[in-house]
């Protein structure tokens, strides 16, 4: 019995064996499949490109099919036919999307194809593997120059002597046919567009070269530029430095720098005024960049055409150049330079000897925090509406005059000169470092434009100096609700967004722009604010109400719409002032007859200031 019972098993056991060895020889046979082709890469991010991963192939004998992927252990990902009969000889084929059986997306990595043929007891696991690969390679573009530089600059065009700018790069490409391209985008002014079609390059590129002209040969306008560089690998993965947002254009974040260092300035003529008053008769400094041509220059007052300045021959070279600050009284002055084709004109303050009522406050840090200058070569602008910092030395773009000045600041510091009206000028940098004009000694501040930034310290000693009785009126928008401070290296860092308030608890409404002219009509006037006036000031079409005068805030004058908007107000705060207008259009209606409404208005809001 026991010599049975051993036999037996000797036999199960050799029966066993062969038939592990047996199976293994019929998997490890691919003889069963004839015409196996497969994808051998896919990428499935849906760009349209090699989403799909084909796998084709025959069978010798009818039979029925089951054909699944499995990963590199073997396991299962996703079955893609399923017990499916087909004819020998015909080809069969299936493709796979990526996703494993849940509907879920499976990692990057090399999977295979399992071929299983039940009826003649098969099952093969092909060598060929396919590769699914979302991966877009890396590419960064390191320095724009003639050499390599890695200092956080903008290459600025044109270079005197026509040299081109060099853009170097890394950027993986195809392995047969090139797939790398240039995308020039212009990001300043306005908002940012592609210029011009893509520019392919030669796989083994490594670096791109650019004389600021379109493919006509055209010099491109003025302003900043971005090169990105883009490649495909052999996936059909795209990457591209910097990344591109839905629209096809640079993906910026608040806050960060684009990455890479694709930034190209093209510039003509540009000019850096000082961020500081100067005193008259004394010297004044400006940077001039008019890339090697030859320049002239002039200097008017703001409200006249009187030319109180120029050159006496045209300069060849650019730099710091120095004149004497003119007049005798407190003005704002104009500094033109002028080259054969082009034309830019900064403001800069001046300040009389004689010191008087009233401080005009020029907002140096709101132009500057809206300028559209690249600073550290990224190819996009630093300005403070994006939370990147800003340099306070820097030339102004565009024709040199900050934004709203033509519509606000020329048009009322051109009012006051017309009419005679004296009064201290300085900037919001100098006020903040405590240069002289200091408040101390003011009855009144009046804010021009719009100030949408200032440090802390500032906005408390305004405050200050409203509460202990001084006036302060305001012609700007959105303005005293930010913060941001000042480095010493004249660097504005850590702008905060607006707050629900501004620094004096009023609370404002958002800009309006009206479809039909709009009259404020005077509601209340406690303190003679629109003596001189029928109270009826006509055709306004863009207004930024006063919502609510704050919890420390008192409204003492009003004039409003027919909702009940108020568009002008007087606000008690402390002992003193508050002087709001939300019409933009106030400026531009400024006439030499102080009987007209606006005008009055503005007469009056001056003797408020000064009393």
Do not use: C
């Amino acid at each position: 019995m026991n010599r049975l019972v051993g036999a037996v098993f000797a036999v199960l056991v050799a029966a066993t064996f062969g038939a592990f060895f047996v199976a293994q020889r019929l998997k490890a046979s691919p003889a069963v499949i004839g015409e196996f082709r497969r994808d051998p890469f896919f990428s499935p991010n849906r760009d349209g490109r090699y989403d799909r991963a084909t796998v084709r192939f025959e069978i010798r004998k009818r039979d029925r099919v089951t054909l699944a992927v499995v990963d590199a252990d073997g396991d299962e990902v996703r079955e893609l036919i399923g017990g499916q009969t087909f004819l020998p000889y015909r080809e069969i084929r299936a493709r796979w999307d990526g996703l494993d059986g849940d509907g879920e997306r499976v990692p990057d990595g090399t999977y295979r194809y399992r071929i299983t043929l039940p009826d003649q007891g098969r099952n093969v696991v092909m060598p060929e593997s396919v590769r699914l690969d979302t991966t877009p390679p890396r590419v960064r573009v390191t320095a724009i120059g003639p050499v390599p530089d890695k200092a956080p600059r903008p290459e600025l065009l044109p270079v005197p002597g026509g040299a081109p700018a060099v853009v170097h790069f890394r950027a993986p490409g195809r392995e047969k046919s090139s797939k790398k391209r240039i995308l020039l985008f212009k990001t300043a002014p306005g908002p940012a567009r592609a210029v011009g079609k893509p520019i392919p390059l030669p796989d083994e590129a490594t670096e791109w070269s650019w004389n600021g002209r379109t493919a006509s040969g055209r010099p491109v306008s003025p302003g900043t530029y971005l090169v990105a560089v883009q490649a495909r690998d052999i996936a059909g993965n795209i990457g591209t430095s910097p990344a591109l947002d839905a629209r096809g254009l640079p993906a910026a974040t608040y806050g960060a720098p684009l990455p890479g260092r694709g930034g190209i300035t093209v510039r003509y003529l540009a000019v850096q005024p000082p961020t500081r008053p100067v005193r008259a008769g004394q010297p004044v400094s400006f940077g001039v960049d008019a890339r090697g041509e030859r320049w002239a220059w002039s200097v008017r007052r703001v409200g006249s055409n009187e030319v109180v300045g120029r050159s006496r021959g045209a300069r060849t070279r650019g730099g710091v150049f120095r004149l004497t600050a003119p007049g005798h009284e407190s003005g704002v002055y104009l500094l033109q330079v002028r080259t054969r084709t082009r034309q830019v004109t900064v403001p800069f303050a001046v300040q009389g000897a004689e010191s008087r009522p009233v401080l005009v406050v020029l907002p140096t840090m709101t132009w500057q925090g809206r300028n559209s200058v690249d600073d550290d070569g990224d190819g996009l602008p630093n300005v403070l509406d994006r939370g990147l910092p800003v340099r306070l030395g820097r030339v102004l773009a565009g024709d040199g005059l900050p934004a709203g000045f033509a519509q606000r600041d020329g048009p009322l510091l051109a009012w006051l000169a017309r009419t005679g009206r004296r009064f201290d000028v300085t900037t919001d940098v100098a006020l903040a470092a405590g240069v002289a004009p200091r408040l101390d000694g003011h009855k009144g501040v009046l804010l021009p434009s719009d100030t949408r930034w200032l440090p802390r310290a500032l906005q408390q000693r305004l405050r200050g100096f409203v509460r202990a009785g001084g006036t302060l009126a305001t012609l700007g928008l959105d303005s005293l609700r930010r913060q941001v401070d000042v480095t010493p290296r004249g660097r504005l860092v850590h702008p905060t967004p607006p707050a629900p308030t501004d620094l004096f608890g009023a609370r404002l409404g958002a800009l309006q722009r009206l479809g039909a002219p709009v009259t404020l009509t005077e509601a209340a006037d406690r303190i003679e604010l629109f003596a001189g006036t029928d109270g009826l000031f006509r055709g306004w079409r863009m207004l930024e109400p006063l919502a609510a005068p704050g919890d420390q805030g008192r409204l003492v004058s009003s004039a409003v719409t027919e909702a009940g908007r108020a568009g002008i107000s007087a606000v008690r705060f402390g002992q003193g002032l508050v002087l709001r207008f939300g019409v933009p259009e106030l400026p531009t209606r400024l006439t030499r007859d102080e009987t007209d409404p606006p005008t009055a208005l503005m007469a009056r809001t001056w003797t408020l200031l000064s009393r």
